[in-house]
């Protein structure tokens, strides 16, 4: 009775990254055998059908062997079964916890738990992502909030110290960990026009603005205590404001064309973005930032026609026409207030 075996004997551990790329996708070795000789690399190369097969194979099993490290990314570069050299390693790493835009979309804002995880089988017939992947994404998603959840320190520092990912790619997690942790309401459909990175940036926003992120604090915990205590303490003078709407008109006079859209509706918009940081007050409704930002500021907005220019413009004097009024000309809560919201709605105001 005869055994064929493919043996292979090396050093450096060769690691093929479109083979890679298949395999984090959630393609079997078959398919990822089809693609790899639909590009033409039988010919490329000079091999057979057998031999591609066989390679195709190795190297998914030395990337399931591998994939334990990967969950614990700084023992990639201590253990000593695989010899892959430190670039090839922030490869892996970086591939390995990165993920599609519409995976991420459909669970952003969403506790990572197992209910959660349960209804990947819809997302992934939604956005067409194998469920493999949806799976390995999601499990990512989870490994890094218990990791950094209770630590002390800036979010995205920590991030990139326990997983060794790239600037970029570990403010994409620090965004995913702020929004599960604080659930942020995502889902509704006048929301779905915003981008992850749309969410992103404003959670970037919030992180650097809003919550405490000095050494032996959570960056990750919202924080309203300063803007509490201004609400509080200035809750009579805020309403102050609605009596700038003659120094912001005169302001805004002759450099814009909506004009007297701007005029006209001055005092709903200001009385929105007032009432927007009143809630800030209570957790629970400071999950539904988002939408009344867009409910509140954006829609009445973007109904009277306004440019991205006009908002800016807008945006810019009535902030800084607060300070005319006494009781503002010294808050910095205030400016800290409008600089996070300017921030995101302009980011926000778009199709």
């Known amino acids: 009775m005869s055994v064929e075996l493919d043996v292979f004997v090396g050093n450096t551990t060769i690691m093929d990254e479109e083979v890679y790329q298949f395999w984090l996708d959630g393609y079997t070795v078959s398919d990822a055998v089809k693609v790899r000789m639909e590009g033409g690399v039988l010919e490329e190369c000079e091999a057979s059908a057998e031999v591609l097969q066989s390679d195709t194979m190795d190297q998914y099993r ?14 990639l570069a201590n253990q000593l079964l695989f010899q892959i050299p430190p670039h090839r390693q922030a490869m892996l790493i970086e ?14 804002g969403k506790k990572l738990s ?6 990947l089988d819809d997302v992934s017939l939604k956005t ?12 990512n998603f989870k490994r890094v909030f218990k990791v950094v959840e209770e630590l002390k320190g800036p979010l995205v520092e920590n991030i990139q110290t326990h997983f ?20 942020f309401e995502t889902g509704k459909r006048k929301l779905q026009y915003l981008s992850f990175q749309d969410f992103a940036f404003c959670a970037g926003q919030l992180i650097s603005n809003w919550t405490v992120g000095a050494v032996g604090m959570n960056q990750n915990k ?33 450099k814009t064309k909506v004009y007297s859209e701007m005029e006209a509706n001055f ?38 026609r306004w440019t991205a220019a006009d908002m800016k413009l807008f945006l810019i004097h009535y902030t800084n026409s607060a300070h005319i009024l006494d009781t503002f000309k010294h808050q910095v809560t205030w400016d800290r207030y409008m600089g996070v919201i300017k921030s995101c709605i302009l980011k926000m105001y778009h199709d």
Not at 62 to 75: D, G, I, N, S, V
Not at 175 to 180: D, E
Not at 226 to 252: P, R, W, Y
Request: charged fraction near 30%.
């Open 62 to 75: 030395t990337f399931q062997m591998c994939e334990r490290l990967l969950h614990t990314p700084a023992k």
């Open 95 to 108: 591939r390995y916890y990165a993920f599609d835009s519409a995976f991420v979309r459909e669970v952003l």
């Open 114 to 119: 197992k209910g959660t995880k349960k209804d």
């Open 128 to 139: 067409g992502i194998t469920l493999k992947s949806c799976r390995r994404q999601f499990d």
């Open 164 to 183: 060794l990912l790239s600037d970029k790619l570990a403010r994409d997690y620090a965004a995913i960990v702020f929004f599960a942790n604080n659930r």
């Open 222 to 254: 919202w924080r309203v205590t300063t803007l509490q205590a201004f609400l509080v303490n200035e809750g009579k003078s805020m309403h102050d404001i609605f009596n700038i709407s003659l120094i912001l008109c005169t302001a805004l006079r002759g």
């Open 267 to 304: 005092k709903n918009l200001s009385r929105g973005l007032i009432n927007i940081a009143a809630k800030l007050t209570n957790t629970k409704d400071v999950r539904d930032l988002f939408i009344d930002l867009v409910e509140k500021f954006i829609e009445p907005c973007r109904s009277d």
